[in-house]
């Protein structure tokens, strides 16, 4: 088990509205990154987090916005939700202090746009 | 950016049988390349992975191959079992920061048929 947890699962907003996604990275993984795979496609790389500040972002809007706290914990909020961004959410981790590039994936929040 | 793209996108083959799937990646800059699998419902797992300064690596029935010239590589299943079907994802990694973001293909969409 990768102790990767997100929530929540599931949930459904209405286009307009804000969104904010919650993860817990295992202990001692303090990068973070999150990804969001539409159906059907291979998850993409939204932005990264290390010890609470951003590190790397991939190409989306400013209205997706992060943050990571001290205990590694992270969030990912989406403003003015458009219905493309009905997609599953994934959350990602990495252990500090190893030189693998294996990122720990949770379960993934699903949102649906209406 | 980096684009990956990979092929095919979906793959039948018979219990016992060898697959293989294949990816190319645009940015020469990428040296880090991880496969993961996907089930339905679950979250990606990393089943291998290779770094730009290799060229073949095997975990079993697993391998992957790179071929840095041509910028591509390839993930091979041997003797698949019927467990191995699920939806595989290869990825090309830049470093930044404290780790790699990845670059994700497609997807490919494996059947192994008893």
């Known amino acids: 088990e990768t102790g990767v947890t997100q929530s929540p699962t599931h949930l459904i907003k209405t286009r307009g509205q804000q969104v904010t996604l919650r993860c817990s990275s295992q202990s001692g993984h303090n990068t973070v990154s999150w990804y969001q795979q539409a159906l059907g496609q291979g998850p993409q790389f939204i932005f990264q987090y290390y010890r609470e500040e951003e590190n790397g972002r991939g190409n989306f809007p400013p209205r997706f916005s992060g943050l990571q706290f001290p205990n590694y914990s992270s969030e990912l909020n989406v403003n003015a939700l458009e219905l493309d961004d009905s997609a599953l959410y994934l959350c990602?981790?990495?252990?500090?202090?190893?030189?693998?590039?294996?990122?720990?994936f949770g379960e993934g929040s699903r949102l649906t746009v209406l | 950016g980096e684009n990956v793209e990979q092929h095919p996108s979906t793959l039948s083959v018979q219990e016992g049988d060898s697959a293989v799937i294949k990816c190319t990646y645009s940015d020469s800059a990428s040296n880090y390349f991880p496969w993961y699998k996907q089930e339905l419902g679950k979250r990606p797992q990393l089943i291998i992975d290779i770094r730009s300064n290799v060229g073949e690596k095997k975990d079993q029935r697993i391998a992957v191959t790179l071929n840095k010239t041509a910028k591509h590589f390839s993930l091979h299943i041997t003797e698949t079992q019927p467990e191995d079907s699920a939806v595989y994802f290869c990825?090309?990694?830049?470093?930044?920061?404290?780790?790699?973001?990845?670059?994700f293909g497609k997807g490919t969409s494996l059947l192994v048929t008893p």
């Open positions: 990602a981790s990495r252990p500090s202090g190893t030189n693998t590039g294996e990122l720990f």
């Open positions: 990825a090309a990694g830049l470093p930044g920061g404290s780790g790699y973001a990845l670059n």
